[in-house]
Structure formats: C-alpha cells, structure tokens
C-alpha cells in the first residue's frame, strides 16, 4: 500500500482575519492613557525588587504627582512614603528625612480630613 504525503502546511487553529486596509498613523502614536497612582506605586515596588532604584524613584515622582492631581492626601502619603523608602535604598539621607517629614504632614492632613 503507498503512503500519500501529507501536506507541508500546518494548521495552527487560529484564522487569521483580513488586514485593515488602513489604520490611522494618529492610533500609534496616540499617548498612553495616564497611570493611576496605585499602578505607579505597584510600578515602583516592581523596580525595588528588581534593584531598579532610580527608575523606581521616578515612578514614585511620578506618582505623587498624579496623587496632588487627584487631591487624594492618601496616595500621596502613600507615594512619600515608598520614595523615602527608595532614598534610603540610594543612600540620599537628607532626601529620605525631608521626604519622612512631608509624609507625616500628609498623615496628618489625612487624619484631621478623615481621607
């Protein structure tokens, strides 16, 4: 008995669908949406653990920042207090004492406003 060939093509399982016949250069170079303090923060420990100090201090700029848009005294006690975490981690002790010192004001301010 003879053995047909099969053929070289493989499937595999997935169809491809028609290609757009024009996408839009303004979707691929639009910006990304702003990140939320929270995602910064996450962001930022991520960096930490990977011994990423500088680049998790500027997710954590970053963060306070979008904190002080959002006027939540939360998030930015919560970002002040990973950067002083991060300036410890950089040996910058003044930076981690002032950063210290603006995060227990921001404790504060959040205990008297009940955030």
Avoid: W
């Amino acid at each position: 008995m003879a053995r047909t060939k099969k053929s070289a093509r493989r499937s595999t399982g997935a169809r491809k669908g028609p290609r757009p016949a024009y996408e839009d250069p303004a979707e691929a170079t639009a910006p990304a949406a702003p990140q939320s303090t929270q995602e910064l923060l996450i962001q930022a420990a991520q960096a930490i653990n990977s011994l990423q100090y500088e680049q998790a201090k500027e997710l954590c700029f970053a963060a306070v920042e979008a904190a002080n848009e959002a006027e939540s005294v939360k998030d930015v006690r919560d970002a002040l207090e990973v950067l002083g975490t991060v300036e410890l981690e950089l040996g910058e002790l003044s930076e981690a004492r002032e950063v210290s010192r603006l995060s227990q004001q921001a404790r504060y301010i959040a205990q008297c406003h009940g955030s």
